[in-house]
T-cell receptor, first 115, second 113 residues
Framework: DSGVTQTPKHLITATGQRVTLRCSPRSGDLSVYWYQQSLDQGLQFLIQYYNGEERAKGNILERFSAQQFPDLHSELNLSSLELGDSALYFC??????????????FGEGSWLTVV | KNQVEQSPQSLIILEGKNCTLQCNYTVSPFSNLRWYKQDTGRGPVSLTIMTFSENTKSNGRYTATLDADTKQSSLHITASQLSDSASYICVVSALNRDDKIIFGKGTRLHILP
């Protein structure tokens, strides 16, 4: 158990809908990261927040957004869902601000299926 | 273009044997390279983190090497166990660019009894 909690574990929704994925980082971790893993693309970095502020943005679509709340939990909002958005979405956390030298702990992921 | 290529795509070995997984990258400027183990349907777990100045790092039966000149890394697994069956993912980050985190597609390792 990494200490990173993600909900829901599984989610099935229709195209065009909007969903919210939630993440609680490990106790004491200030950084939260979101990743997408699909069968054909592998893992891709989406976005990072540090202590409530957006710190780095990767391959995140405009239809997707995220935020980190004062209690450090984070949400990833996915809207206007398409079939291609079906994937495993991981949240991860680390103590420090940057990726350099920080061990990043992953949650168990949220399986999203768009039908 | 920043890329991370892993080989082989999949590997089957007998329990107790050693194996080596490869990772070649073109990410520049280089910051650090990580190896993760990912069990099916689970989150990746960090095995090693190496920076430019590090040539080798071990974590139990896992030993990672890095040649920053040739932009190659390897992960050597010694005396494999059934629990080593997983995907092993190489991840390279660019210096001062925390948005440039490039994942390899992984090597799927199967350990047979």
């Amino acid at each position: 158990d990494s200490g990173v909690t993600q909900t829901p574990k599984h989610l099935i929704t229709a195209t065009g809908q909007r969903v919210t994925l939630r993440c609680s980082p490990r106790s004491g971790d200030l950084s939260v990261y979101w990743y997408q893993q699909s069968l054909d693309q592998g893992l891709q970095f989406l976005i990072q927040y540090y202590n409530g502020e957006e710190r780095a943005k990767g391959n995140i679509l405009e239809r997707f957004s995220a935020q980190q709340f004062p209690d450090l939990h984070s949400e990833l909002n996915l809207s206007s869902l398409e079939l291609g958005d079906s994937a495993l979405y991981f949240c991860a956390s680390s103590v420090g601000r940057g990726q350099f030298g920080n061990t990043i702990y992953f949650g168990e992921g949220s399986w999203l299926t768009v039908v | 273009k920043n890329q991370v290529e892993q080989s082989p795509q999949s590997l089957i070995i007998l329990e107790g044997k050693n194996c080596t997984l490869q990772c070649n990258y073109t990410v520049s400027p280089f910051s650090n390279l990580r190896w993760y183990k990912q069990d099916t349907g689970r989150g990746p777990v960090s095995l090693t983190i190496m920076t430019f100045s590090e040539n080798t790092k071990s974590n139990g039966r896992y030993t990672a090497t890095l040649d920053a000149d040739t932009k190659q890394s390897s992960l050597h697994i010694t005396a494999s166990q059934l629990s080593d069956s997983a995907s092993y993912i190489c991840v390279v980050s660019a210096l001062n660019r925390d948005d440039k985190i490039i994942f390899g597609k992984g090597t799927r390792l199967h350990i047979l009894p």
